[in-house]
């Protein structure tokens, strides 16, 4: 099933919670929060949910599906899916399928104040296969204090930042808030120097890893702990040793498209403070250079290493956990549209993406949306699974970035034609980007993990 398909599936899901939450709870209504995994959490605006309160949710709409009444469709205004469900009118940012019944399978978990509804694996009467990510969760709900702190929960509110000709004010805000928590991580980091000889960083796609990683080294720098850096990329395999993947293209993605035996020799070598020839891969010939890059850590050093498998426990299995710091890096976009229509992590990490491959990278719209399936399955399997591994977590978002990004996304999505399969992609990404008011980018700081995606980083 398509990606804008699935869309529609689970928006229906959300017409009905709002339906049954309007019965079961008149004076209140549904925020849907943020994702978890294939789920979402939710909860009410005005007050939290015991687990009898969850429990009398789910039975209600699964009596909502099980009646199957269609939902009517009424019309698009404003970059809204306006629909009549049940003699209730109710407005979603997304398309939504009109029948009921086909509502993607789910299971709702009682959690915190609210609830997951989760769209993963699902099997019969089993609602513990979900773990909830803890680390996670504690990252979003530390950024939504602050959004709360500076009254910022909705994207019009960022809107009226420009509209009001304050939008450098909330910049400098947002980078503010990002320096310092990366120099709080530096700080835990020279707290702990004597033991910590490893700093790993990981994350998803288009979640700013690279500038993420020069940012906590300069912080490491100004308390006097000199970062030793390690590609990952060079311990790639040769290129006619590289595994592939179930349609017969080279999987880059797989932990065994790693030299595992020499990376794991040369951590271990360069943990005793040895002195390591470090290989150069060469991703024009997929070989290795002939040359290679002397590399010593001293007692004041850290060795840095980030890639996608940096979290893995299999990376670096037979070393001592105490040696590493680790650190997953994500974009956590945290504002909705309005408090039942929130702005999907995924998608933002797709505009930046969208935005850094046309720019600097040569791929067309259409390649980037091509490729994206096979990352998502990629994040599934190598990132995601091994964030709860994490020391800390670094929430990589920035409140106004859907805003800076709007001119980039539209100016490449509007290359897609109206024949090419990816015209509803196409179509739900500029929708979503029409609710954000164009803020001016050139004032944006030269270190900010924005100017990965639409350039001028100094880094």
């Known amino acids: 099933m398509g990606e804008t398909h699935l869309m529609e599936h689970r928006q229906t899901s959300k017409l009905g919670l709002?339906?049954?939450?309007?019965?079961?709870?008149?004076?209140?209504?549904?925020?849907?929060?943020?994702?978890?995994?294939?789920?979402?959490?939710?909860?009410?605006?005005?007050?939290?949910?015991?687990?009898?309160?969850?429990?009398?949710?789910?039975?209600?709409?699964?009596?909502?599906?099980?009646?199957?009444?269609?939902?009517?469709?009424?019309?698009?205004?404003?970059?809204?899916?306006?629909?009549?469900?049940?003699?209730?009118?109710?407005?979603?940012?997304?398309?939504?399928?009109?029948?009921?019944?086909?509502?993607?399978?789910?299971?709702?978990?009682?959690?915190?104040?609210?609830?997951?509804?989760?769209?993963?694996?699902?099997?019969?009467?089993?609602?513990?296969?979900?773990?909830?990510?803890?680390?996670?969760?504690?990252?979003?709900?530390?950024?939504?204090?602050?959004?709360?702190?500076?009254r910022l929960e909705l994207i019009d509110h960022v809107n009226e930042y420009i509209e009001s000709q304050r939008s450098q004010?909330?910049?400098?805000?947002?980078?503010?808030?990002?320096?310092?928590?990366?120099?709080?991580?530096?700080?835990?980091?020279?707290?702990?120097?004597?033991?910590?000889?490893?700093l790993l960083i990981s994350g998803p796609s288009s979640s700013g890893k690279t500038t993420f990683a020069q940012r906590i080294s300069t912080q490491l720098r100004v308390l006097g702990v000199k970062p030793v850096p390690l590609s990952l990329d060079d311990y790639f395999v040769e290129r006619q040793e590289t595994p592939l993947d179930e349609h017969g293209n080279y999987d880059f993605e797989s932990l065994q498209a790693m030299d595992l035996e020499l990376l794991r020799e040369h951590v271990k070598g360069l943990i005793r403070g040895d002195v390591v020839e470090t290989p150069v891969f060469d991703f024009v010939t997929g070989s290795r250079?002939?040359?290679t890059r002397r590399l010593q850590v001293g007692p004041s050093e850290v060795l840095v290493m980030e890639g996608i498998h940096a979290l893995n426990p299999n990376l670096l299995p037979k070393l001592n956990r105490n040696l590493f710091f680790k650190i997953y890096v994500s974009s956590l976009f945290s504002l909705n549209v309005d408090m039942a229509n929130r702005v999907p992590t995924t998608e933002v990490r797709l505009l930046r993406r969208l935005v850094r491959g046309e720019l600097f990278?040569?791929?067309?719209?259409?390649?980037?949306?091509?490729?994206?399936?096979?990352?998502?399955?990629?994040?599934?399997?190598?990132?995601?699974?091994?964030?709860?591994?994490?020391?800390?977590?670094?929430?990589?978002?920035?409140?106004?970035?859907?805003?800076?990004?709007?001119?980039?996304?539209?100016?490449?999505l509007n290359k897609i034609p109206d024949d090419s399969v990816h015209a509803s992609t196409r179509d739900r990404l500029l929708n979503l980007l029409s609710f954000a008011k164009p803020i001016p980018t050139e004032k944006i700081a030269f270190n900010s993990i924005l100017r990965e995606f639409i350039g001028g980083s100094i880094y």
Not at 108 to 131: Q, W
Not at 169 to 187: H, R, T, V
């Open 169 to 198: 004010e909330l910049m400098c805000m947002a980078e503010a808030l990002q320096e310092k928590e990366i120099s709080d991580i530096a700080d835990l980091i020279f707290q702990q120097q004597r033991a910590i000889r490893v």
């Open 18 to 150: 709002i339906r049954v939450i309007h019965d079961l709870f008149p004076q209140d209504m549904l925020k849907t929060d943020y994702s978890i995994h294939e789920g979402i959490y939710c909860e009410l605006v005005h007050s939290a949910l015991s687990i009898r309160e969850v429990d009398a949710i789910d039975k209600a709409l699964r009596n909502w599906i099980e009646a199957d009444q269609p939902i009517k469709f009424l019309e698009k205004r404003n970059g809204y899916y306006m629909y009549e469900v049940d003699g209730l009118l109710v407005k979603t940012i997304y398309p939504a399928n009109e029948q009921p019944s086909r509502i993607d399978p789910f299971v709702i978990i009682p959690y915190s104040s609210g609830f997951i509804i989760d769209f993963g694996d699902v099997t019969a009467n089993h609602k513990n296969y979900l773990i909830p990510p803890d680390k996670l969760m504690e990252t979003y709900i530390k950024t939504q204090k602050w959004l709360k702190n500076i």
């Open 361 to 412: 990278r040569g791929n067309t719209p259409e390649e980037t949306l091509d490729q994206w399936p096979n990352v998502r399955k990629g994040e599934y399997e190598n990132v995601f699974r091994y964030q709860e591994e994490s020391d800390v977590m670094f929430n990589s978002s920035l409140v106004y970035e859907l805003n800076a990004l709007r001119p980039y996304a539209e100016a490449s």
């Open 289 to 291: 250079k002939k040359e």
